[in-house]
């Protein structure tokens, strides 16, 4: 079983930056595939970044490539997503997810975790 607990999200100025943090329990966390996900307001939730077990292999959706990074300190059970240059359409819910698989899955269906949310308003 692994919890997990997003934070970081607020208010930022078009072109600002957003550090969100995963924190997660249990003592597996090395072993999971972490996911970031975004739902905006009347849309579905979307795959936004992934990243593997080890921190060696990431994956953006194309709307954010060169303006996130996402990372990962399997010593502090916790994963990073660097939001740089954010823009209007940036604004939702954020939410993390993991699932124990060597692979990073994009689709949500195939994540057993989730956290709660937290919530990203870029203003224009």
């Known amino acids: 079983q692994v919890q997990l607990v997003e934070s970081g999200g607020g208010l930022v100025q078009a072109g600002g930056s957003l550090r969100l943090s995963c924190a997660a329990s249990g003592r597996t966390f090395s072993s999971y595939a972490m996911g970031w996900f975004r739902q905006a307001p009347g849309k579905e939730r979307e795959f936004v970044a992934g990243i593997d077990w080890s921190g060696d292999s990431t994956y953006y959706t194309d709307s954010v490539k060169g303006r996130f990074t996402v990372s990962r300190v399997n010593a502090k059970n916790t994963v990073y997503l660097q939001m740089n240059s954010l823009k209007a359409e940036d604004t939702a819910v954020y939410f993390c997810?993991?699932?124990?698989?060597?692979?990073?899955?994009?689709?949500?269906?195939?994540?057993?975790?989730w956290g709660q949310g937290t919530q990203v308003t870029v203003s224009s």
């Open positions: 997810a993991a699932r124990a698989t060597i692979t990073v899955p994009t689709h949500e269906r195939l994540y057993n975790y």
